[in-house]
């Protein structure tokens, strides 16, 4: 019998989202304070959604096409 796939997540750890990125965390919240990239808070904890780590992405390329 074969196993459903994992689930995708959908909001990420802050840790998460750096490791994703491939920078550190205090450039993760540089970028949040700085509102380059969106997050939310999800009790006391911030989460970052992977839509917004995918829109960052793209509008960073966007960028580097343009220049």
Not at 50 to 56: G, R, S
Request: aromatic letters at 2%.
């Amino acid at each position: 019998m074969t196993q459903a796939p994992a689930p995708v997540k959908v909001l990420l750890t802050i840790d998460e989202a750096a490791q994703a990125l491939s920078i550190g965390r205090t450039l993760l919240y540089d970028l949040l304070m700085r509102k380059q990239i969106a997050s939310i808070k999800v009790g006391r904890v911030r989460r970052v959604p992977m839509a917004a780590i995918d829109d960052y992405i793209s509008r960073q390329l966007t960028r580097t096409d343009a220049a």
